[in-house]
């Protein structure tokens, strides 16, 4: 067990419909990272937040928002949904914002299918 | 750009045989690099990781990973496979944009068979 938690396990939703996975880092950590693993693209960071603000954006969609609550806490919120938002959604979780190659730990996932 | 390659899609081991992943890795600057394992339905484990020193790195379940600069390369390996090893195995390299996040691999199944 990391320490870093997701809910929910499974998600099942249709097309255009709005959803928000959650995210409980570890106890400690500041930063809280977002990826996407799918059949075509792997393993892809989404965005990162440290301590409550935005620090970096990859490959996610203007559909797709996130945010960093005052508790650490974050959520993902995915928004008119496609058939090709399915996929696993990881939380990580580390320490500091940029620290020398920190650990990021994951949580268990979210598997979303849209249908 | 920053880029990690897995030119393996699988690797089949006997039990009790050596295993060795591999993955070569692009970097601008210093490379951090990481080891992650995933098994079925589970999120991805830390398994170890390079930063600096050593060659050799020693991480979980018997685990250790080799860096070698002139080839950037940094393989996975454990000096004697067990059945319970097989998952998938993903390699990762800290993005040089000082953010933290992580480029991964396209990963590796390995399959240890008794």
């Known amino acids: 067990d990391s320490g870093v938690t997701q809910t929910p396990k499974h998600l099942i939703t249709a097309t255009g419909q709005r959803v928000t996975l959650r995210c409980s880092p570890r106890?400690?950590?500041?930063?809280v990272y977002w990826y996407q693993q799918s059949l075509d693209q792997g393993l892809q960071f989404l965005i990162q937040?440290?301590?409550?603000?935005?620090?970096a954006k990859g490959n996610i969609l203007e559909r797709f928002s996130a945010q960093q609550f005052p508790d650490l806490h974050s959520e993902l919120n995915l928004s008119s949904l496609e058939l090709g938002d399915s996929a696993l959604y990881f939380c990580?979780?580390?320490?500091?914002?940029?620290?020398?190659?920190?650990?990021?730990?994951f949580g268990p996932g979210t598997r979303l299918l849209v249908l | 750009a920053q880029s990690v390659a897995q030119p393996e899609d699988q690797v089949n081991v006997a039990e009790g045989n050596p295993l060795t992943v591999k993955c070569t890795y692009s970097?601008?600057?210093?490379?951090?690099l990481f080891w992650y394992v995933q098994y079925p339905n589970r999120g991805l484990q830390f398994l170890l990781k390079?930063?600096?020193?050593?060659?050799l790195v020693k991480g979980s379940y018997g685990f250790e990973a080799e860096f070698n600069k002139s080839q950037t390369s940094f393989h996975l390996k454990k000096p004697s496979a067990l059945v319970s090893d097989s998952a998938l195995y993903f390699c990762?390299?800290?993005?040089?944009?000082?953010?933290?996040?992580?480029?991964f691999g396209q990963g590796t199944t390995l399959q240890v068979k008794p």
């Open positions: 970097v601008s600057g210093n490379p951090y």
């Open positions: 937040y440290y301590n409550g603000e935005e620090r």
């Open positions: 106890s400690g950590d500041l930063s």
């Open positions: 990762a390299v800290r993005d040089a944009s000082n953010t933290g996040k992580l480029i």
């Open positions: 990580a979780s580390s320490v500091a914002q940029q620290g020398r190659a920190e650990t990021q730990y």
């Open positions: 390079y930063i600096t020193g050593d060659n």
